[in-house]
Structures are given as C-alpha cells and as structure tokens.
C-alpha cells in the first residue's frame, strides 16, 4: 500500500510565494515520476506538474514561469515552489506517482490566495 503525505499549503497574498512539500512511502519500487496535480471546489483536479526520476520538468501552461517542481533523488519525495500566486491558484493540492498506484491519493494541502 501506498501512503501519500502532502504539506505546506496555507493562506497567502497575490504575489505571494508557498513551497508545498509531498512524502510517499510504502509499496514502491524504486525512484518514481512523480506529479502535483490541484482541485478547486467545484472544479476536475487538474495536473499542475511532472518531473521523472532524472529530474525532468513538465508545467502547465496557467504555471509556467511560476512554479518549480523538484524532488528528493534519493526518495519518492517531491516540492512544489509557487511564486507570484494568484488567486485563482486557489485549490487543493495533491501529489502522487506516475502512474497513481492503486487509486491512491492523498488528503492534499489546501493553497488559499487571497487578499
């Protein structure tokens, strides 16, 4: 079994900054890509970025510039950096590993920007 341990989120001011920190362990073998994803209310979770076992990145185009992903080589452990937030990076924000091992996710760290 998988257990996925996302913190780091808070409330914040546009412009703001916030580095959301993820731990997983368990049932895995070896170093995994591993992606953020977030989920407003009312809204599908969407995928906000990758980085596999080398280090290389993906964003999505409403972060680029924005945010940094990056990870612990030595563990299946991944960061997220956001920078100049907005609010509608307002969401809950989930990690996981790609590909999500038996449906699993975790209970996410919640990112609120406002003034």
């Known amino acids: 079994q998988v257990l996925l341990v996302e913190s780091g989120g808070g409330l914040v001011q546009p412009g703001g900054s916030l580095r959301l920190s993820c731990a997983a362990s368990?049932?895995?073998?070896?170093?995994?890509?591993m992606a953020w994803y977030r989920q407003a209310p009312g809204k599908q979770r969407e995928l906000v970025a990758t980085?596999?076992?080398?280090?290389?990145?993906n964003y999505a185009d409403s972060v680029k510039g924005r945010f940094t992903i990056s990870r612990d080589n030595a563990k299946n452990n991944a960061y997220l950096s956001m920078n100049s937030l907005k609010p509608e990076d307002t969401a809950n924000y989930y990690c996981?590993?790609?590909?999500?091992?038996?449906?699993?996710w975790g209970r996410g760290t919640q990112v609120t920007v406002s003034s």
């Open positions: 996981n590993l790609i590909p999500v091992l038996g449906n699993v």
């Open positions: 368990g049932s895995i073998s070896g170093i995994r890509p």
């Open positions: 980085i596999n076992s080398a280090g290389a990145t």
